[in-house]
């Protein structure tokens, strides 16, 4: 199989084009700056938000991966829009010019807009995004079903929840550092999908070997209710600790969150919302629709977690 994968270099793209390499596959990588992946693969430098791939890297492809933009990033709203939506939407224009038969863009859950419910939504559980990288991600989205929903090239809108793994950095990190620390136990409550990085992977490659007519749009978890609780549980016992004690009242780590959003200057409860909040997401629709099923929990990958957070 030919593929190109965009943003290659980051946590999703290293991991795929890694599995792509040792199945065989022939991979075009490309990256912003052309960094070398962790194994020495060359990546070609493009900036999506001013220029698109040439047609002589399009031609003659089975599928492209645009795994591409800005995720979280203290950033201006415009280039949010200008990478996430409109390189997005140009760069589906350009794969559908040269014939590719395939495009699997990564979106994400953020895609759908804040929780109205503590139960599982499904992929029609919208509302607009209020925040500068979900609304990004949701005009893209639009635009790729206004556009080519009618289109001879198939396109696979992938919503991941929370993506983990080894090397992830960002609050399971933070985490797995305070945990040995001697963080003590988190209050219960509040639950979030999550969905480990070699399991988006697999998903993916699945993925680029279907032809489907028209645009599919699916939540990729795995399928299991994460509490802040559980994980520290988990991320304990995988370096033989015992359960810690909660003697923190929730009081406190509320206090501790707010104080912590202060201090690096963003809105109240963030982090504590984060920690204790519910986001819960379905993959029902894709297990229906494909063959691929998840394999790893959180619990499998806490031992290397915790090795990192060294």
Not at 17 to 33: E, H, Y
Not at 240 to 249: D, E, F, K, N
Request: proline content about 5%; some cysteine; overall charge positive.
């Amino acid at each position: 199989m030919k593929c190109l994968v965009t943003g290659a270099t980051g946590f999703i793209g290293r991991h795929l084009c890694q599995q792509l390499l040792a199945r065989g596959d022939s991979v075009t990588c490309l990256s912003l700056n052309g960094a070398k992946l962790p194994d020495g693969t060359p990546t070609l430098p493009v900036d999506l938000s001013g220029a698109m791939p040439g047609q002589e890297l399009l031609h003659g492809l089975d599928v492209v991966f645009h795994l591409a933009g800005i995720a979280h990033q203290q950033a201006p709203v415009s280039a949010y829009l200008e990478l996430n939506e409109s390189a997005t939407v140009q760069l589906a224009r350009q794969c559908a010019a040269a014939r590719v038969p395939r495009f699997v863009f990564l979106s994400s859950v953020k895609a759908m807009g804040a929780m109205a419910t503590r139960e599982e939504r499904n992929e029609l559980d919208c509302l607009e995004p209020g925040d500068a990288y979900g609304l990004s991600k949701w005009r893209a989205e639009e635009q790729l079903r206004t556009e080519f929903s009618a289109d001879p090239m198939s396109i696979v809108i992938l919503r991941p929840a929370l993506v983990y793994g080894e090397s992830a950095k960002g609050n399971l990190a933070l985490l797995a550092k305070a945990v040995r620390a001697g963080l003590p136990r988190p209050p219960a409550g509040g639950a979030r999908s999550m969905i480990a990085v070699a399991d988006l992977v697999d998903l993916l490659c699945v993925l680029a070997a279907q032809s489907l007519p028209g645009v599919s749009t699916w939540i990729a978890t795995d399928g299991e209710h994460y509490t802040t609780r559980r994980i520290y549980d988990q991320l304990r016992a995988a370096v033989g600790r015992r359960m810690g004690r909660a003697w923190l009242p929730q009081g406190a780590w509320r206090l501790a969150c707010a104080l912590l959003d202060l201090r690096r200057g963003r809105p109240a409860d963030t982090t504590y919302e984060k920690l204790f909040g519910t986001e819960l997401y379905s993959n029902r629709a894709l297990l229906t629709s494909t063959s691929w099923r998840p394999q790893i929990q959180l619990e499998q990958l806490a031992p290397r977690i915790m090795a990192a957070a060294k």
